[in-house]
């Protein structure tokens, strides 16, 4: 919560900075707020909150582009990793869908709630992001594909035959490339991959399948690379 020039901080964040981060009074916190980046020292430090003395206040530029990760629900705590890595990358939002082959299917087995919510605050923090993206709560692929895409949509399938990632993020004719629109949504599946029937409900959507090249990736290995390949596109397409 921002008071004029001091910033007091409760609830997850407090507990990780003064808790895990263990930072102390008269130490330096540099925090993103909306559409500013904020510099200031902390002047006090107990168990329910943390407050700091704002010294400088910096205004950051609009993000470039919408990017949204659709992300089968993968086995143990590796959605937290896609999370962390996806926010670094520019993604505004991560949606856990629940696929033939999830293991994981249920609320908690998707890691949503405070602990999602903390890992992209952090990493929107590290990366000095305007804004938090949106974890959402997971939901079924039937229900996911139901609705339009933000921008062009691309499914990543290890076996399709269709162009590459790039190919498909340059095409002009593409939603996400034309001018004042940069928004592109990536689904990519569990350990396992999609089901053919999947692949094709997301193309009977609207999707346009692509792939990643030759090899099988991990999941979160997927995610990587995709991401990097579309934040990389949509943050060139309005140059000549």
């Known amino acids: 919560m ?57 205004a950051l530029p609009a ?23 996806a926010v670094e990358l520019g993604v505004g939002r991560v ?9 994981a299917r249920g609320r908690d087995g998707g890691g949503r709630g405070e602990r999602m919510d903390l890992i992209a605050l952090e990493a929107a923090q590290q990366s000095g992001r305007a804004q938090v993206p949106q974890v959402a709560a997971p939901e079924p692929l039937a229900a996911f594909a139901a609705k339009a895409p933000a921008g062009c949509g691309v499914v990543l399938w290890e076996r399709a035959e269709g162009p590459p990632l790039l190919d498909v993020l ?30 094709a409900m997301l193309a009977a959507s609207g999707y346009r399948v692509a792939t990643l090249g030759p090899f099988t990736l991990r999941t979160e290995t997927a995610c990587l690379a995709a991401l990097a390949v579309a934040a990389a596109a949509l943050s060139r397409v309005d140059r000549p």
Not at 46 to 53: G, P
Not at 67 to 85: F, M, Q, S, Y
Not at 187 to 193: H, K, L, R, S
Request: aromatic share 0%; with cysteine.
């Open 2 to 58: 921002r008071q004029d020039r001091r910033v007091v901080i409760d609830g997850p964040l407090q507990r990780h900075l003064a808790g895990a981060l263990r930072l102390r009074v008269d130490e330096p916190l540099t925090l993103v707020d909306g559409a500013e980046r904020l510099h200031g020292r902390v002047i006090g430090v107990d168990r329910r909150e943390l407050v700091v003395a704002v010294e400088r206040v910096e």
């Open 63 to 85: 993000e470039p582009f919408g990017l949204t990760l659709a992300i089968g629900l993968p086995k143990g705590k590796k959605l937290e990793e896609i999370v962390r890595h």
């Open 95 to 103: 949606l856990p869908i629940v696929t033939e082959r999830s293991v």
């Open 170 to 199: 340059m095409d002009r004719h593409e939603d996400c490339i034309h001018p004042g629109r940069r928004d592109a949504t990536l689904v990519i599946g569990p350990e396992g991959g999609l089901a053919e029937r999947e692949v």
